[in-house]
């Protein structure tokens, strides 16, 4: 088992920027693939970054190209989500997931889910 804490969000101006962590314990996190998905209250959850085990693949959703970056220290268990130039439209609970198959963008593919943290954009 998994265990995946998210931390790092919080309350920004547009503009802005944030960095998101997630924590692992439990099981193996180098052998892991970790990507961050977010839901906007009314909306379906929505793939942002996702990074294979050894970051040599990396992909991003369209919305967030050129303004986020997704990262990993294996040695430290975590992995990362830089977010600058937050826009209003960014708002949303950030949850960062783990798969043990295929690196992928379909949330239906990860394993293991952390709670969430908010990230709130005001205009």
């Known amino acids: 088992q998994v265990q995946l804490i998210e931390s790092g969000g919080g309350l920004v101006q547009a503009g802005g920027s944030l960095r998101l962590s997630c924590a692992a314990s439990g099981g193996t996190f180098s052998t892991k693939h970790m990507a961050w998905f977010r839901q906007a209250p009314g909306k379906e959850r929505q793939f942002v970054a996702a990074i294979n085990k050894w970051s040599s693949g990396i992909y991003y959703g369209d919305s967030v190209k050129g303004r986020f970056t997704i990262s990993r220290d294996n040695a430290k268990k975590t992995v990362y989500l830089q977010m600058t130039d937050l826009k209003p439209e960014d708002t949303a609970v950030y949850y960062c997931?783990?798969?043990?198959?295929?690196?992928?963008?379909?949330?239906?593919?990860?394993?293991?889910w952390g709670q969430g943290t908010q990230v709130t954009v005001s205009s």
């Open positions: 997931a783990a798969d043990s198959g295929i690196l992928t963008t379909e949330s239906s593919t990860y394993d293991y």
